[in-house]
């Protein structure tokens, strides 16, 4: 199965901000709300993809709605926490 437009421009984005590309992983899905694309990478790299204050992953976000308005599709993204994060999951 070839891969679609929106997980590619999301791979090659992401890989060319983080320091580990290979360990890159995009996976997607599609539902009636739209194309869902999750992402995986190296726990050190996960401040690169979400940037202060979540900068670089509104960003991202936005550049992944321009690709979905263009092929017609709702593209979201979520990043997933990887394993061994030092987030405490627990709100202030």
């Known amino acids: 199965m070839a891969k679609a437009a ?15 590309p290979d360990e890159v992983k995009v996976d997607r899905k599609v539902d009636e709300m739209g194309v869902l694309l999750s992402l995986k990478v190296n726990s050190q790299d996960m401040g690169k993809v979400v940037g202060r204050q979540g900068s670089t992953a509104k960003a991202i976000r936005s550049l992944l709605r321009i690709v979905g308005i263009k092929n017609n599709a709702r593209v979201n993204l979520k990043i997933e926490e990887p394993e061994g994060s030092t987030r405490s999951s627990t709100p202030k």
């Open 6 to 20: 929106d997980q590619d421009f999301l791979e090659f984005l992401v890989k060319s901000i983080v320091d580990y």
